[in-house]
T-cell receptor, first 113, second 118 residues
Framework: KQEVTQIPAALSVPEGENLVLNCSFT??????LQWFRQDPGKGLTSLLL?????REQTSGRLNASLDKSSGRSTLYIAASQPGDSATYLC????????????FGSGTQLTVLP | GAVVSQHPSRVICKSGTSVKIECRSLDFQATTMFWYRQFPKQSLMLMAT?????????EQGVEKDKFLINHASLTLSTLTVTSAHPEDSSFYIC??????????????FGEGSWLTVV
Protein backbone atom coordinates (compact mmCIF):
# COMPACT_ATOMS: atom_id res chain seq x y z
CA LYS A 1 0.00 0.00 0.00
CA GLN A 2 1.35 3.39 -0.97
CA GLU A 3 2.47 5.64 1.86
CA VAL A 4 3.39 9.28 1.44
CA THR A 5 5.43 11.14 4.03
CA GLN A 6 6.17 14.83 4.21
CA ILE A 7 8.97 16.40 6.20
CA PRO A 8 8.99 18.72 8.03
CA ALA A 9 5.47 18.84 9.42
CA ALA A 10 5.84 22.54 10.08
CA LEU A 11 8.30 25.17 8.96
CA SER A 12 8.71 28.83 9.84
CA VAL A 13 11.04 31.06 7.86
CA PRO A 14 11.67 34.79 7.51
CA GLU A 15 10.48 36.50 4.37
CA GLY A 16 12.86 36.29 1.43
CA GLU A 17 14.36 32.93 2.26
CA ASN A 18 14.51 30.08 -0.19
CA LEU A 19 13.11 26.84 1.18
CA VAL A 20 12.62 23.19 0.33
CA LEU A 21 9.73 20.94 1.27
CA ASN A 22 10.22 17.19 1.09
CA CYS A 23 7.91 14.40 0.07
CA SER A 24 8.69 10.68 -0.03
CA PHE A 25 6.61 7.75 -1.22
CA THR A 26 7.06 4.02 -0.77
CA UNK A 27 5.82 2.65 -4.10
CA UNK A 28 7.61 3.99 -7.16
CA UNK A 29 4.91 2.71 -9.54
CA UNK A 30 3.27 6.09 -9.88
CA UNK A 31 1.49 7.81 -12.74
CA UNK A 32 2.26 11.30 -11.49
CA LEU A 33 2.94 13.36 -8.38
CA GLN A 34 1.19 16.59 -7.56
CA TRP A 35 1.85 19.40 -5.12
CA PHE A 36 -1.12 21.27 -3.66
CA ARG A 37 -1.55 24.30 -1.50
CA GLN A 38 -4.28 24.45 1.14
CA ASP A 39 -5.15 27.65 2.97
CA PRO A 40 -6.90 27.36 6.35
CA GLY A 41 -10.54 26.40 5.93
CA LYS A 42 -10.20 26.20 2.16
CA GLY A 43 -9.98 23.56 -0.53
CA LEU A 44 -6.97 22.53 -2.57
CA THR A 45 -5.10 24.58 -5.13
CA SER A 46 -2.98 22.57 -7.53
CA LEU A 47 0.52 24.02 -7.81
CA LEU A 48 2.56 21.64 -9.92
CA LEU A 49 2.02 18.24 -11.47
CA UNK A 50 4.95 16.07 -12.48
CA UNK A 51 4.38 13.08 -14.73
CA UNK A 52 6.31 9.94 -13.86
CA UNK A 53 8.54 10.43 -16.93
CA UNK A 54 9.50 13.96 -15.92
CA ARG A 55 12.21 15.13 -13.55
CA GLU A 56 10.91 18.57 -12.66
CA GLN A 57 8.31 21.23 -13.25
CA THR A 58 8.53 24.96 -12.69
CA SER A 59 5.94 27.65 -12.18
CA GLY A 60 7.10 31.11 -11.19
CA ARG A 61 8.96 30.88 -7.89
CA LEU A 62 8.07 27.23 -7.48
CA ASN A 63 10.10 24.30 -8.69
CA ALA A 64 9.18 20.68 -8.05
CA SER A 65 11.50 17.77 -8.68
CA LEU A 66 10.80 14.07 -8.88
CA ASP A 67 13.17 11.16 -8.37
CA LYS A 68 10.91 8.20 -8.90
CA SER A 69 13.54 5.55 -8.30
CA SER A 70 14.30 6.83 -4.83
CA GLY A 71 10.68 7.73 -4.10
CA ARG A 72 11.32 11.39 -3.44
CA SER A 73 10.03 14.76 -4.53
CA THR A 74 10.94 18.25 -3.41
CA LEU A 75 9.13 21.54 -3.71
CA TYR A 76 11.49 24.50 -3.85
CA ILE A 77 10.08 27.94 -3.11
CA ALA A 78 12.32 30.85 -3.99
CA ALA A 79 12.23 34.23 -2.27
CA SER A 80 9.41 33.29 0.08
CA GLN A 81 6.67 35.78 0.86
CA PRO A 82 4.13 35.99 3.71
CA GLY A 83 1.45 35.13 1.15
CA ASP A 84 3.11 31.75 0.70
CA SER A 85 2.00 30.80 4.21
CA ALA A 86 -0.23 27.74 3.87
CA THR A 87 -0.17 23.97 4.16
CA TYR A 88 1.53 22.23 1.25
CA LEU A 89 0.42 18.73 0.37
CA CYS A 90 1.98 16.28 -2.01
CA UNK A 91 -0.06 13.46 -3.53
CA UNK A 92 0.74 10.55 -5.79
CA UNK A 93 -1.49 8.92 -8.35
CA UNK A 94 -0.83 5.24 -8.97
CA UNK A 95 0.08 3.70 -12.28
CA UNK A 96 -2.74 1.95 -14.09
CA UNK A 97 -6.42 2.75 -14.25
CA UNK A 98 -6.87 3.86 -10.64
CA UNK A 99 -7.16 7.61 -10.27
CA UNK A 100 -7.47 8.13 -6.55
CA UNK A 101 -4.63 10.06 -4.93
CA UNK A 102 -2.66 9.19 -1.83
CA PHE A 103 -1.81 12.30 0.12
CA GLY A 104 0.99 13.12 2.49
CA SER A 105 0.22 14.71 5.83
CA GLY A 106 1.39 18.10 4.65
CA THR A 107 3.90 20.74 5.67
CA GLN A 108 2.51 23.82 7.37
CA LEU A 109 4.58 26.77 6.17
CA THR A 110 4.69 30.14 7.89
CA VAL A 111 6.61 32.96 6.25
CA LEU A 112 7.26 35.74 8.72
CA PRO A 113 7.26 39.34 7.47
CA GLY B 1 -13.15 29.34 -12.89
CA ALA B 2 -14.11 26.26 -10.95
CA VAL B 3 -14.25 23.03 -12.87
CA VAL B 4 -15.75 21.04 -10.02
CA SER B 5 -18.32 22.65 -7.76
CA GLN B 6 -19.09 21.41 -4.27
CA HIS B 7 -22.11 22.50 -2.24
CA PRO B 8 -22.64 23.48 0.48
CA SER B 9 -19.27 24.93 1.44
CA ARG B 10 -20.27 24.97 5.10
CA VAL B 11 -23.09 23.23 6.91
CA ILE B 12 -24.08 22.87 10.53
CA CYS B 13 -26.52 20.15 11.46
CA LYS B 14 -27.95 18.68 14.61
CA SER B 15 -26.80 15.34 15.88
CA GLY B 16 -28.96 12.54 14.52
CA THR B 17 -29.94 14.30 11.31
CA SER B 18 -28.67 13.63 7.80
CA VAL B 19 -26.86 16.03 5.53
CA LYS B 20 -26.19 15.84 1.80
CA ILE B 21 -23.14 17.23 0.02
CA GLU B 22 -23.14 17.63 -3.75
CA CYS B 23 -20.20 17.44 -6.13
CA ARG B 24 -20.74 18.60 -9.70
CA SER B 25 -18.45 18.62 -12.69
CA LEU B 26 -19.26 21.83 -14.51
CA ASP B 27 -18.04 21.40 -18.05
CA PHE B 28 -17.11 17.75 -18.45
CA GLN B 29 -18.49 14.31 -17.83
CA ALA B 30 -17.00 12.78 -14.73
CA THR B 31 -17.04 9.03 -15.06
CA THR B 32 -15.43 8.71 -11.65
CA MET B 33 -15.62 10.87 -8.56
CA PHE B 34 -13.71 10.45 -5.33
CA TRP B 35 -14.70 11.50 -1.85
CA TYR B 36 -12.04 12.41 0.71
CA ARG B 37 -12.23 13.36 4.35
CA GLN B 38 -9.82 15.55 6.28
CA PHE B 39 -9.69 15.82 10.05
CA PRO B 40 -8.10 18.93 11.58
CA LYS B 41 -4.36 19.09 11.03
CA GLN B 42 -4.40 15.77 9.18
CA SER B 43 -4.17 14.88 5.55
CA LEU B 44 -6.89 13.85 3.16
CA MET B 45 -8.00 10.27 3.39
CA LEU B 46 -9.90 8.60 0.57
CA MET B 47 -13.35 7.48 1.69
CA ALA B 48 -14.84 6.03 -1.46
CA THR B 49 -14.71 5.91 -5.22
CA UNK B 50 -17.94 6.71 -7.01
CA UNK B 51 -18.57 5.43 -10.52
CA UNK B 52 -21.50 6.68 -12.57
CA UNK B 53 -24.33 4.20 -12.67
CA UNK B 54 -22.82 1.70 -10.26
CA UNK B 55 -22.28 1.25 -6.55
CA UNK B 56 -19.51 3.14 -4.85
CA UNK B 57 -16.38 1.37 -3.69
CA UNK B 58 -15.62 2.17 -0.07
CA GLU B 59 -12.22 2.17 1.58
CA GLN B 60 -11.61 -0.09 4.53
CA GLY B 61 -13.11 1.27 7.71
CA VAL B 62 -15.64 3.55 6.00
CA GLU B 63 -19.23 2.61 6.79
CA LYS B 64 -21.21 2.46 3.58
CA ASP B 65 -24.53 2.68 5.40
CA LYS B 66 -23.45 5.86 7.14
CA PHE B 67 -21.84 7.58 4.17
CA LEU B 68 -24.24 7.08 1.28
CA ILE B 69 -22.83 7.91 -2.13
CA ASN B 70 -24.93 8.31 -5.23
CA HIS B 71 -23.46 8.98 -8.67
CA ALA B 72 -26.64 9.09 -10.69
CA SER B 73 -25.36 11.16 -13.59
CA LEU B 74 -22.08 11.94 -15.29
CA THR B 75 -21.96 15.37 -13.68
CA LEU B 76 -23.23 14.80 -10.15
CA SER B 77 -22.22 12.72 -7.17
CA THR B 78 -23.70 13.16 -3.71
CA LEU B 79 -22.43 12.16 -0.29
CA THR B 80 -25.06 11.84 2.42
CA VAL B 81 -23.90 11.60 6.01
CA THR B 82 -26.71 9.78 7.76
CA SER B 83 -27.51 10.07 11.47
CA ALA B 84 -24.64 12.48 11.89
CA HIS B 85 -22.70 12.61 15.13
CA PRO B 86 -20.22 15.21 16.37
CA GLU B 87 -17.32 12.91 15.45
CA ASP B 88 -18.44 13.18 11.82
CA SER B 89 -17.52 16.85 11.89
CA SER B 90 -14.82 17.19 9.29
CA PHE B 91 -13.81 18.68 5.94
CA TYR B 92 -15.16 16.65 3.04
CA ILE B 93 -13.79 17.18 -0.45
CA CYS B 94 -14.54 15.56 -3.75
CA UNK B 95 -12.54 15.15 -6.92
CA UNK B 96 -13.71 14.27 -10.38
CA UNK B 97 -11.99 12.51 -13.22
CA UNK B 98 -12.93 12.59 -16.87
CA UNK B 99 -11.88 13.86 -20.26
CA UNK B 100 -12.06 17.63 -20.43
CA UNK B 101 -10.99 19.20 -23.68
CA UNK B 102 -7.33 18.57 -24.30
CA UNK B 103 -6.55 18.03 -20.62
CA UNK B 104 -6.74 14.29 -20.92
CA UNK B 105 -7.87 12.34 -17.92
CA UNK B 106 -7.05 14.95 -15.32
CA UNK B 107 -8.33 14.99 -11.76
CA UNK B 108 -10.08 18.15 -10.54
CA PHE B 109 -10.93 18.95 -6.94
CA GLY B 110 -13.98 20.67 -5.53
CA GLU B 111 -13.71 23.48 -3.00
CA GLY B 112 -14.60 21.23 -0.08
CA SER B 113 -17.39 21.24 2.48
CA TRP B 114 -17.05 21.89 6.19
CA LEU B 115 -19.49 19.83 8.22
CA THR B 116 -20.11 20.66 11.86
CA VAL B 117 -22.43 18.40 13.83
CA VAL B 118 -23.70 19.93 17.05
Amino acid sequence: KQEVTQIPAALSVPEGENLVLNCSFTDSAIYNLQWFRQDPGKGLTSLLLIQSSQREQTSGRLNASLDKSSGRSTLYIAASQPGDSATYLCAVRPKGSARQLTFGSGTQLTVLP
Amino acid sequence: GAVVSQHPSRVICKSGTSVKIECRSLDFQATTMFWYRQFPKQSLMLMATSNEGSKATYEQGVEKDKFLINHASLTLSTLTVTSAHPEDSSFYICSASGNRGNSGNTIYFGEGSWLTVV
